[in-house]
């Protein structure tokens, strides 16, 4: 499946891309991108399956008990049923202290779980499969962050050193290559 330029021509299986928004401010910079890149999806003929954490008032909290509350699984099993659906997932926030709101930092934690994005058992088998061939393999994920910075500092001169320097698990956490994506 090639990747859309621009977000160009949706591939022709899945056209869903789901976005678990994090700017909690509507008016923000964050959230004009969130409305922009939502806008450009749809017009491009990709239906978008939105989560806004803050509206759902997502817990970003593991708790011991989750398995035993069936409202915590249901919620969780939802979000995964977006990811099964997407060719794209897109993970949009502000930098804040250098990582991921916590919000979305507990949503990434909750859904992406054991078993379902990542060590994920072959089903010839049975062993887990590799780095790369988890639950969420074959879908692209793109990663829009946003910083309240001059952008002289966010360089590898400046006084944070480059982004990579100071988020280097955004990569690896936000777009789970580790689950295939």
Known sequence: MDAPARFGTPPPCRRTSPRPPAPPRPGSLSG????????ALRENGWDVAESDLYQMRWD????????DAPERVEEVR???RKLLAADLVV???PLWWYGMP????????????????????DPETGRMLKYGR???EG?????VVTAGDRAGSLSPRGISGSIDD???GLEGIAAHRRCGV
């Not at 004009?32 to 806008?39: E, M, S, T």
């Not at 879908?139 to 990663?143: E, I, Y």
């Open 78 to 80: 939802a979000e995964q």
């Open 60 to 67: 970003p909290l593991l708790r011991a008990g989750d398995a």
């Open 102 to 121: 916590a919000i979305l930092k507990g949503w990434v934690d909750r859904v992406f779980e054991s078993g379902f994005a990542y060590h994920v058992p």
């Open 139 to 143: 879908r692209r994920a793109l990663v």
């Open 32 to 39: 004009r991108l969130r409305d922009a890149g939502v806008a």
């Open 91 to 93: 993970l949009q926030f």
């Open 166 to 168: 100071v988020s280097p």
């Open 134 to 136: 988890g639950g969420l």
